[in-house]
């Protein structure tokens, strides 16, 4: 109710700056425990137990600035990020759209972030807490080795992520998804597992939708063979279905309800790929339970999401998780697991 009456505010704001209000906001709020582990929905992926299957994307706090207040709405786990070495300012504003009429959102923002050291603070600051926080890492847009800046930041943000994903999907950076291709794929996760040392912190991959049938078979083949703990699928894509609103010919990765049936259809791809050899992690267009619950069909294990947050207001995650435990009961599952991959 609250954020039906606030939304019209919100929306009169720019998009980045009604962002930038919401997480002060949350910043003044006191930490949160993460929801009781429920038994129908509680998973365990890399060896983590989530007490929820529904977690936040990155993108929402880059910059760990309130990940634990976050729990308190429902989210199983939080990922920040995307982190890189050295702060960046991103792209030039406006980088970011609402598409109201398609319930989707553009962005360019470029990693835009206050780097590893700021971000490392907060964690630190955080520790003791109760609750899965991962850490998302990217490379510097003006970096002269990108794999480098993978290996720095795993060194740097595995002592205090729960787990690490590696993200080479962004359509942000230039360049930045050619690490997808097998030969540069290879290297870039030698030098995070390498990097990674004794830690022993789970490393997950997040791939773009925007992928041919190679790509899928040698990112998948290439994941398992370096035993990679899960593959997130998908980031935001540069393709562009039919869309009403005017912001629809803005250049950046699109997300929300017009990505949902591409995040599906690559889900269902790498979940055929893979045959349920590595856990997939399922994001893009959730925005009800009936949307998680297909991503779960298909064949994740986890979910998140985020932009569907700008039009169904901050308390989705506790909706899907209740929705999600009334359509398993309806079909006679006794846990989440037990519909992994049934569709």
């Given at each position: 109710m609250l954020f039906s009456l606030a939304r019209p505010a919100?929306?009169?704001?720019?998009?980045e700056d009604a962002?930038?209000?919401?997480?002060?906001?949350?910043?003044l709020m006191p930490a949160s425990s993460p929801p009781r582990p429920d038994p129908v929905l509680a998973m365990r992926v890399a060896g983590l137990d989530f007490p929820t299957p529904v977690?936040?994307?990155?993108?929402?706090?880059?910059?760990?600035?309130?990940?634990?207040?976050?729990?308190?709405?429902?989210?199983?786990?939080?990922?920040?990020?995307?982190?890189?070495?050295?702060?960046?300012?991103?792209?030039?504003?406006?980088?970011?759209?609402?598409?109201?009429?398609?319930?989707?959102?553009?962005?360019?923002?470029?990693?835009?972030?206050?780097?590893?050291?700021?971000?490392?603070?907060r964690l630190k600051a955080g520790q003791g807490r109760k609750g899965i926080i991962g850490v998302n890492i990217g490379a510097n847009k003006e970096s002269a080795d990108r794999?480098?800046?993978?290996?720095?930041?795993?060194?740097?943000?595995?002592?205090?992520?729960?787990?690490?994903?590696?993200?080479?999907?962004?359509?942000?950076?230039?360049?930045?998804?050619?690490?997808?291709?097998?030969?540069?794929?290879?290297?870039?996760?030698?030098?995070?597992?390498?990097?990674?040392?004794?830690?022993?912190?789970?490393?997950?991959?997040?791939?773009?939708?925007?992928?041919?049938?190679?790509?899928?078979?040698?990112?998948?083949?290439?994941?398992?063979?370096?035993?990679?703990?899960?593959?997130?699928?998908?980031?935001?894509?540069?393709s562009r279905p039919a869309?009403?609103?005017?912001?629809?010919?803005?250049?950046?990765?699109?997300?929300?309800?017009p990505l949902r049936d591409l995040a599906q259809q690559r889900l269902k791809d790498f979940r055929q790929a893979s045959g349920g050899a590595i856990p997939l992690i399922g994001v893009g267009g959730i925005a009800s339970a009936e949307d998680a619950y297909a991503r779960i069909r298909a064949g994740a294990s986890l979910v998140q999401l985020y932009s569907a947050l700008?039009?169904?207001g901050p308390g989705l995650a506790a909706r899907i998780n209740r929705g999600l435990k009334a359509l398993l009961q309806r079909d006679g599952f006794a846990s989440l697991a037990e519909a992994v991959g049934t569709g």
């Amino acid at each position: 109710m609250l954020f039906s009456l606030a939304r019209p505010a919100l929306f009169l704001l720019d998009g980045e700056d009604a962002h930038r209000l919401t997480i002060a906001g949350l910043r003044l709020m006191p930490a949160s425990s993460p929801p009781r582990p429920d038994p129908v929905l509680a998973m365990r992926v890399a060896g983590l137990d989530f007490p929820t299957p529904v977690g936040l994307a990155p993108g929402f706090d880059k910059n760990a600035e309130a990940p634990h207040a976050m729990f308190g709405f429902g989210f199983g786990f939080v990922e920040i990020g995307t982190v890189t070495p050295l702060p960046q300012a991103g792209n030039p504003r406006p980088r970011l759209f609402r598409l109201a009429e398609d319930k989707a959102v553009i962005n360019r923002m470029g990693f835009n972030n206050d780097g590893a050291e700021a971000v490392v603070a907060r964690l630190k600051a955080g520790q003791g807490r109760k609750g899965i926080i991962g850490v998302n890492i990217g490379a510097n847009k003006e970096s002269a080795d990108r794999i480098a800046d993978y290996a720095v930041m795993t060194r740097t943000m595995a002592p205090l992520a729960r787990y690490l994903t590696v993200n080479i999907s962004s359509p942000n950076t230039p360049g930045l998804r050619a690490l997808q291709d097998a030969a540069a794929l290879s290297a870039l996760l030698d030098a995070v597992i390498e990097a990674r040392g004794s830690h022993g912190c789970p490393v997950f991959l997040k791939l773009a939708p925007d992928l041919e049938a190679a790509d899928i078979d040698d990112i998948t083949r290439i994941a398992i063979d370096k035993r990679l703990d899960a593959l997130i699928v998908s980031n935001t894509t540069i393709s562009r279905p039919a869309l009403r609103s005017r912001h629809a010919g803005e250049a950046g990765g699109l997300s929300g309800a017009p990505l949902r049936d591409l995040a599906q259809q690559r889900l269902k791809d790498f979940r055929q790929a893979s045959g349920g050899a590595i856990p997939l992690i399922g994001v893009g267009g959730i925005a009800s339970a009936e949307d998680a619950y297909a991503r779960i069909r298909a064949g994740a294990s986890l979910v998140q999401l985020y932009s569907a947050l700008v039009y169904e207001g901050p308390g989705l995650a506790a909706r899907i998780n209740r929705g999600l435990k009334a359509l398993l009961q309806r079909d006679g599952f006794a846990s989440l697991a037990e519909a992994v991959g049934t569709g």
